[in-house]
C-alpha cells in the first residue's frame, strides 16, 4: 500500500485528515502530516520530515501531497522526492485526498493521475437550476 505524507500551511494538513475520517467513519493507516508555520526554518523542518516519511512507507512508495506548488511546505516536499517512490502533486483537497485513498493499492502512475482528475473533478461550479 502507498503511503500518503501531506506537508502543508499551518494545521491544513490535520484538517484535511479529520474530515477524511469523517467521510470514512475510521481514520485511514500509513497517513501522516507536517504542518508548517511561518516561524519554522525549513532547514530544520527537512529532517523531521525525513524521518515522518519512514513512518508511511512501506516499501511501496509514498506520495506526497502539499497545498501551494512553490511555497515552504512545496519546497520542503520537493526534496523528497525519489522519482517512483517518492513523488509529490501539489494542490491538495479534499476531493484529491478522498481519490488518492481510494486507489493507492495500485501503482504510483496510476495513484498520480487519480490524484490530480480526483482534485480536478471535485472543483465545479453548482448552478441552483
Known sequence: MIG??????????????????????????????????????????????????????????VLLLTDIYGATPSNIAAKLIVPGQFELVAGVNLPMLLRVLTYRDRDMPTLLKRAVTGACDGVLHVNPD
Not at 500551511?9 to 484535511?16: A, Q, Y
Not at 508548517?36 to 516519511?53: C, K, N
Request: glycine fraction near 10%.
Open 4 to 61: 500518503i505524507f501531506l506537508i502543508t500551511h499551518g494545521t491544513l494538513g490535520e484538517s484535511l485528515i479529520q474530515c477524511t475520517c469523517h467521510v470514512l467513519n475510521k481514520r485511514p493507516v500509513q497517513i501522516a502530516q507536517l504542518g508548517v508555520s511561518a516561524q519554522d526554518d525549513p532547514l530544520d523542518v527537512l529532517p523531521l520530515a525525513r524521518s515522518m516519511l519512514g513512518w508511511v512507507d512501506s516499501g511501496d512508495g
